[in-house]
């Protein structure tokens, strides 16, 4: 039993002077004192020894005991030690310029081409206003002309919420499905007149395919003013498709129907592939509905405190998503949230 505790006392002598880790030195502790430690398990065989053994071994092997754990610790400071004077050595040249070549990105062409229609419409007076993600059915659907039982509903694939929110009933809330969630709520705040653009994420329960996200982008001008009418709408329209697709595009307003405009009318370029001589692309007919807009709805105006005999509205709105399929030449929507940089760092 003596000899045994010597030869881990000498042992383990040399291999914490030698360790030059806080991790090796870690290691060797729990060799020593861990749950199956060489230094543990050595009382458990106490009871095989005689009376006098024990008298005459214990004291020895405490004196070890603490030695070896005492030189453990002071083994850890001076490691610590020499790690810290290592550190504090070392210098950088922070004015040196670097020798690596570092990967440059670029903006996402979707956030890219927002910013380009954002400076467009600011230059004729429209401010951005933001709308909340989760709204009312209310702000949503109701003061917009779709009451519930609407057949205009089934236009929109709804996300509705159960939770209960500021004391709303279950299924009131919802995941707007569009930016007009703001029409009303932006009239009751600014009145009239007003220049506002909206332009952000849009939520709906679409199967996903080339030309379909459930999370989408979109854009939406609100003109509310005296003497506001279709010729706006026509300018506005030809003012931002010019500058985006180029000064030759041709661009005409057609009958349509949306729910809260009176008249309402889908907004058509001449399709860039083709140039109006009727492609695949184009179904033929040499145009391409690129926007959807009309004459705010007088309903809609008296909804956000607007006299309608005395102002009149345009909205006016696309998906940028789409609008950017076109102009960068993508064919699958999916791309722009795909997150494949190699495909959207292409795209210039």
């Not at 502790?29 to 543990?40: A, D, H, R, Y």
């Not at 398990?41 to 405490?62: A, C, H, M």
């Not at 419409?121 to 009451?147: C, W």
């Not at 309903?299 to 696309?318: K, M």
Request: charged share 30%; net charge negative.
């Amino acid at each position: 039993m003596e000899n045994k505790i010597l030869e881990i006392h000498s042992k383990y002598l040399e291999k914490i002077k030698q360790a030059n880790s806080l991790a090796l030195l870690d290691e060797i502790f729990l060799s020593l004192f861990g749950k199956n430690g060489e230094i543990t398990l050595i009382p458990k065989d106490f009871g095989k020894l005689t009376k006098d053994e024990v008298v005459r071994i214990s004291p020895q092997f405490n004196q070890i005991k603490v030695e070896l754990e005492q030189l453990i610790e002071q083994r850890r400071e001076e490691v610590r030690e020499e790690k810290y004077s290592k550190l504090t050595s070392d210098t950088i040249d922070i004015t040196k310029e670097a020798q690596i070549d570092l990967p440059k990105g670029q903006i996402h062409p979707i956030t890219q081409l927002e910013h380009e229609v954002v400076e467009l419409f600011s230059k004729i007076g429209f401010q951005q206003y933001q709308a909340p993600h989760i709204d009312t059915d209310n702000y949503n659907f109701e003061l917009l002309n779709i009451p519930a039982g609407h057949p205009a509903r089934d236009l929109w694939d709804t996300l509705y919420l159960e939770e209960k929110f500021d004391n709303l009933d279950e299924g009131k809330l919802l995941l707007r499905t569009h930016t007009s969630n703001a029409q009303v709520r932006l009239m009751r705040e600014a009145g009239a007149p007003v220049r506002m653009m909206i332009i952000d994420r849009c939520f709906r329960y679409e199967n996903l395919d080339a030309r379909h996200e459930h999370t989408l982008e979109q854009f939406e001008l609100v003109y509310v003013d005296k003497t506001v009418n279709m010729a706006n709408l026509q300018y506005l329209s030809e003012y931002f498709l010019k500058a985006i697709f180029g000064k030759e595009t041709r661009v005409r307003l057609r009958p349509k129907y949306y729910p809260f405009v009176e008249p309402g009318a889908g907004v058509d370029g001449e399709c860039l592939f083709c140039k109006g001589k009727g492609c695949k692309i184009c179904g033929g007919t040499g145009w391409l509905e690129l926007a959807g807009a009309g004459m705010i709805h007088p309903q809609v105006l008296r909804n956000g405190g607007i006299n309608p005999n005395e102002y009149t509205g345009i909205a006016w709105g696309f998906g940028p998503e789409r609008m950017a399929m076109l102009k960068y030449e993508i064919s699958d929507i999916r791309v722009f949230k795909s997150g494949d940089l190699k495909a959207l760092g292409g795209i210039k």
